[in-house]
Nanobody, 121 residues
Framework: QVQLVESGGGLVQPGGSLRLSCAAS????????MGWYRQAPGKQRELVAT???????NYADSVKGRFTISRDNAKNTVYLQMNSLKPEDTAVYYC???????????????WGQGTQVTVSS
């Protein structure tokens, strides 16, 4: 069974930095696209950043130049480096991945449990 386990959230002051990590357990056969989404209270979940298996990246306009997504395929892990954090970045951040569990399986979409990021003085 594939699971995505996030870590690295917490409380940070405006202008500070945090690094989120998300590791896929269960020895998946392959992982296609990976990404981060966030959901603030009273708002819909929104895309933050994605990265393909070929390391092509895509960012929401609101985080461009401040956030960097990367992945370590050997560790089945995706990272989100968040710099110059703003109060409006406060949200629960979710990891997502397109995973092929076995050589015979199709791609499935998996989500992590979420990690809270709070930006406040």
């Amino acid at each position: 069974q594939v699971q995505l386990v996030e870590s690295g959230g917490g409380l940070v002051q405006p202008g500070g930095s945090l690094r989120l990590s998300c590791a896929a357990s269960g020895s998946p056969f392959s992982i296609n696209s990976m990404g981060w989404y966030r959901q603030a209270p009273g708002k819909q979940r929104e895309l933050v950043a994605t990265i393909t298996s070929g390391e092509n990246t895509n960012y929401a306009d609101s985080v461009k130049g401040r956030f960097t997504i990367s992945r370590d395929n050997a560790k089945n892990t995706v990272y989100l480096q968040m710099n110059s954090l703003k109060p409006e970045d406060t949200a629960v951040y979710y990891c997502a991945a397109q995973v092929q569990r076995t050589s015979r399986a199709g791609l499935g979409n998996y989500w992590g449990q979420g990690t809270q990021v709070t930006v406040s003085s």
